[in-house]
């Protein structure tokens, strides 16, 4: 018997250090009970706005006081947002890529072109995305509503 709780412990703890090194996302998490669908199907708001590493949320707050945007499993997004302009919104389809590494999105206005973000962080309340390309270096950081 002691020695079946010897093996049982032991193979845990190689169970434990295996999951902890095959996470997914740069910033996690390591492991998750929901798929990864379900982490993004959600209503979120930008928390935090980074420009080249720097924190640019209070410009971002000067331009868009509000914002919201929803996630839904069935692989479509809304936005809603309230600008110096007024208000705006917008809907399209979302679909991940590169092995659940990226999202891309596109809107459903005529002409839009498709927009990809790396996933740096994918919780079910939290969702950090980093620009693909260009510059800067766009870093939002989502949290749900």
């Known amino acids: 018997m002691k020695t079946f709780i010897k093996i049982a412990l032991v193979a845990l703890?190689?169970?434990?250090?295996s999951l902890a090194s095959c996470k997914k996302y740069q910033d996690g998490p390591t492991v998750s009970l929901l798929t990864k669908?379900?982490?993004?199907?959600?209503?979120w708001t930008v928390e935090k706005y980074m420009?080249?590493?720097?924190?640019?949320?209070?410009?971002?707050?000067?331009?868009?006081?509000s914002d919201s945007y929803t996630m839904d499993k069935s692989g479509t997004w809304t936005s809603a947002a309230?600008?110096?302009?007024?208000?705006?919104?917008d809907a399209?389809?979302?679909?991940f890529i590169?092995?659940?590494?990226?999202?891309?999105?596109i809107s459903n206005q005529t002409g839009s072109t498709a927009d990809?973000?790396?996933?740096?962080?994918?919780?079910s309340n939290e969702l950090w995305t980093k620009s693909m390309s260009g510059s800067p270096v766009i870093e939002t950081h989502y949290i749900s509503k």
């Open 82 to 89: 309230t600008t110096i302009l007024g208000n705006s919104t």
């Open 37 to 43: 669908k379900s982490r993004l199907a959600n209503t």
């Open 51 to 65: 420009q080249d590493g720097v924190d640019k949320t209070a410009d971002y707050r000067q331009w868009i006081s």
């Open 98 to 105: 590169n092995s659940k590494e990226d999202l891309r999105t």
């Open 13 to 17: 703890v190689l169970g434990g250090l």
């Open 116 to 123: 990809t973000v790396q996933i740096i962080r994918l919780k």
């Open 92 to 95: 399209g389809t979302w679909t």
